[in-house]
């Protein structure tokens, strides 16, 4: 285990999230490794990250090719509890705290031993966007050719203006890429939300054909670049019940989904729908489809975890740096206890893995 001082010398100073809140934005350079090279988060410190995570990587690298280098990027408090007993083609790399967004200062009263396995804190927080930031930073900086991050609660972002939902937009606003897509998959299935965190009764109002292309384009491409599927099949749901039956149930799917699927075909995609979705996630399972378009989400993801529960993974697509996730909480109410299923992150940490190499 090697420690490294923080990289790069934005790496320890408050920045906005992404373009839009105010310019700061590094121009990504060519990466240098030689070796293929995967940046680590371990999410919140409290939760069940860290034990996944470790797991994962004891998983990953026993099937050891003397190839896959890992960097872990830890806050300098939480080395001593998370930083000892890697393999050691882990290296440890410090993450700064930035400021407390929520407080406007640097909290000096907030301590690591205030960090209670189970128990959120402030100080998790900024634990953990210290990691996710520098991580980002070197991505930025064309340091890594992908990355895995932990599990993380939405309150990491408390405070910043504009506040990201989530971990995939802050990346990609931190990549300076506006056109992404959140893609849920596993061995059988692979799903994408147009729209993720709103509620159903807004969905339909704030459903865009722009959207549609915008999500499908973006997946279409970590398919074929990351995935080695040269020509995905696409199957794009309705959003009505029986994709709105010719408009007796609803015209979004004549006025803003078909209009999509046009476009998408007129890119030479092989995309098909609007389709009901009541049948589509079996033709899916059957080997149909390589993708499934959804236009919110949980029509996307209640399938998702009906077949792919601890098996499933998070990726967000249409960056120039993979980055991938387990696809599961904080689970606070098991952490520490050992009893977190890692197959999730496990499956996370190899694909990313083997998108390194082929990047590599």
């Not at 896959?68 to 939480?78: E, G, I, R, T």
Request: proline share 8%; net charge neutral.
């Amino acid at each position: 285990m090697a420690v490294c001082s923080p990289l790069g010398r934005y790496a320890s100073i408050p920045r906005p999230w992404g373009k839009e809140a105010g310019g700061w934005m590094v121009r990504m350079r060519s990466q240098t490794q030689q070796r293929p090279t995967v940046g680590l988060t371990l999410g919140d410190p409290t939760g069940v990250g860290p034990e996944v995570m470790r797991a994962a990587v004891t998983s990953v690298l026993a099937d050891d090719r003397d190839d896959l280098k890992l960097h872990l990027y830890l806050p300098s408090a939480l080395v001593a509890t998370h930083g000892a007993g890697w393999p050691t083609a882990v290296t440890i790399l410090s993450a700064p705290l930035v400021q407390d967004a929520a407080a406007q200062t640097s909290a000096p009263s907030l301590r690591s031993e205030s960090l209670r396995v189970g128990e959120p804190s402030r100080f998790a927080n900024r634990c953990a966007l210290a990691a996710l930031s520098t991580m980002t930073d070197a991505a930025v900086a064309g340091e890594l050719h992908a990355m895995v991050t932990g599990p993380v609660a939405k309150g990491i972002f408390d405070g910043m203006v504009p506040q990201p939902p989530g971990q995939t937009e802050y990346v990609a606003g931190r990549l300076g890429v506006s056109r992404f897509a959140m893609m849920l998959a596993g061995p059988a299935l692979r799903v994408v939300p147009v729209t993720t965190h709103v509620p159903l009764r807004a969905v339909a109002d704030v459903l865009t054909t722009a959207g549609i292309v915008n999500a499908t384009t973006a997946a279409c491409a970590d398919l074929r670049d990351w995935l080695a599927i040269p020509a995905p099949r696409v199957a794009v749901c309705g959003l009505n019940p029986h994709a709105g039956e010719g408009g007796r149930l609803g015209d979004e799917e004549a006025r803003i989904i078909a209009p999509a699927v046009v476009a998408l075909q007129r890119q030479g995609l092989d995309v098909t729908g609007p389709l009901p979705a009541d049948g589509l996630f079996f033709q899916a399972l059957q080997g149909r489809w390589d993708l499934v378009v959804c236009m919110y989400h949980d029509q996307a993801l209640g399938p998702l975890k009906t077949v792919h529960f601890y098996d499933g993974w998070n990726q967000t697509c249409g960056l120039p740096v993979p980055r991938l996730s387990p696809d599961h909480g904080t689970a606070w109410d098991i952490a520490g206890k050992g009893i977190a299923d890692a197959r999730s992150a496990t499956a996370a940490l190899a694909l990313a893995a083997e998108i390194a190499r082929r990047r590599a």
